[in-house]
C-alpha cells in the first residue's frame, strides 16, 4: 500500500508524548467539534485519558471550571481511601 502522508500524521499523534495538545491529522480540528476530537484521540491513545479529559474541560467549560472539578474530584477521591 502506497504512502500518501497521512500515515505519518497518524503516527505522529499516535507517538506524540502530549497528544491532547497535537493537532488532527488532516485539519480535522476545524471539522470536529471537542467531543469529537476527545473521542479519536481517546482511542488512539487511551493512557492520556486523564490528561485528554483536562483539556477537554478547559476547552468547553474554561479552565478555571477545570481547576475547580480537579480539586473536587482529588478531594473526593482523598476521602474514600482515608476516611
Partial sequence: MPRDGRETQWRMLCEAELPENCPLPDKLDE??????????????????????ALSFVSTVLGKKQAILILKKSLSTFTNFFFF
Fill in 31 to 52: 471539522v470536529l467539534n471537542p467531543i469529537q476530537r476527545f473521542c479519536i484521540i481517546r482511542a488512539v491513545r487511551g493512557d492520556r485519558i486523564l490528561q485528554l
